[in-house]
């Protein structure tokens, strides 16, 4: 099962962690574009959200794949991988 190497509650809570500080981020950068642009502010703001929720997903995706084939994780430096 994935995410059982640390303990799959430590490794569940660095997992979505992670995938909030990336919604945050990318969800205040993308707001910001949209809103340069010239989009109102209820649209910059759901269409941030959208596309922010998208790559949080994808990141997820993404460390739970690395994790089922017990590779390190480059995206998320969780200390596994070697330098």
């Given at each position: ?5 640390e ?22 950068v993308?707001?910001?574009?949209y809103?340069?642009r ?10 941030a ?17 690395y ?17």
């Open positions: 099962m994935p995410l059982e190497r303990g799959s509650f430590v490794r569940v809570r660095f997992v979505g962690k992670r995938c909030l500080q990336l919604f945050i981020g990318a969800f205040a993308l707001t910001s574009v809103l340069f010239g989009q109102a502010l209820k649209g910059a703001m759901k269409d959200a959208l596309w922010s929720l998208l790559s949080a997903a994808i990141f997820a995706g993404a460390v739970v794949y994790d089922q084939k017990n590779k390190p994780c480059d995206l998320c430096r969780d200390g596994d991988s070697k330098p």
